[in-house]
């Protein structure tokens, strides 16, 4: 199974802080993505990668931006954090040959104050 | 473009007692479609999907899905349910085209079995 893993389970930062959240899977699959998770609007792609340097819009990407340098590892940017990017983020990556699903990160649970 | 809409945002039942989880989608074309599940404090799990072939799926704890393409649904249920699945259950689709890399998700049920 592809295992997913992102670095940190809570973050707490200020304002206006850079914040980096980061991805890495480990089996060679070319598409990753991020989402947020908020109480009532369930899940939304932020971005997603589909190979190493390539980048595409979600529904919400305004605040955010990306970084797929090497194909196992994808960052995720926050160039100046608000409360209002205050939420839970999943990042995943797709599964192996023959399996359409996605393989889910335990999550980074940020919070802006 | 498709949507998914989970209507029940909370379903309290029973231990014991059946449960169903309903999913529709949007959109009549060809798609793969999926129940994940999320416990407390953790990430989603592919519980089944639905890929082609029997329109009856079904997991290894019990859960089963059924594919309806007249009515657009794909609704997850259970006969007898544990506390163990109380949990919040999201529903998935995404058009069965190459090349076509995202998913949608619906705003998820959370299950909450009572003892």
């Known amino acids: 199974d592809v295992k997913v893993t992102q670095s940190s389970r809570y973050l707490v930062k200020r304002t206006g802080e850079k914040v980096f959240l980061e991805c890495v899977q480990d089996?060679?699959?070319?598409?990753m993505f991020w989402y947020r998770q908020d109480p009532g609007l369930g899940l939304r792609l932020i971005y997603f990668?589909?190979?190493?340097?390539?980048?595409e819009k979600g529904d919400i990407p305004e605040g955010y931006s990306v970084s797929r340098e090497k194909k196992e590892r994808f960052s995720l940017i926050l160039e100046s954090a608000s409360t209002n990017q205050t939420s839970m983020y999943l990042c995943?990556?797709?599964?192996?040959?023959?399996?359409?699903?996605?393989?889910f990160g335990s999550g980074t649970r940020l919070t802006v104050v | 473009a498709q949507s998914v809409t989970q209507l029940d945002s909370q379903v309290p039942v029973f231990e014991e007692a059946p449960v169903e989880l309903r999913c529709n989608y949007s959109?009549?074309?060809?798609?793969?479609l999926f129940w994940y599940v999320q416990y407390p404090n953790q990430g989603l799990q592919l519980l089944l999907k639905?890929?082609?072939?029997?329109?009856l799926v079904e997991s290894i704890n019990g859960f089963e899905a059924e594919f309806n393409k007249s009515q657009t649904s794909f609704h997850l249920r259970k006969p007898s349910v544990h506390i163990s699945d109380t949990a919040e259950y999201f529903c998935a689709v995404r058009d069965a085209f190459p090349g076509t890399y995202k998913y949608i998700f619906g705003t998820g049920t959370r299950l909450k079995v009572l003892a």
């Open positions: 995943a990556g797709r599964g192996g040959v023959g399996d359409y699903g996605y393989t």
């Open positions: 990668s589909y190979d190493v340097k390539m980048k």
């Open positions: 959109s009549s074309v060809s798609v793969y």
């Open positions: 639905y890929l082609s072939g029997s329109t």
């Open positions: 089996m060679d699959h070319e598409n």
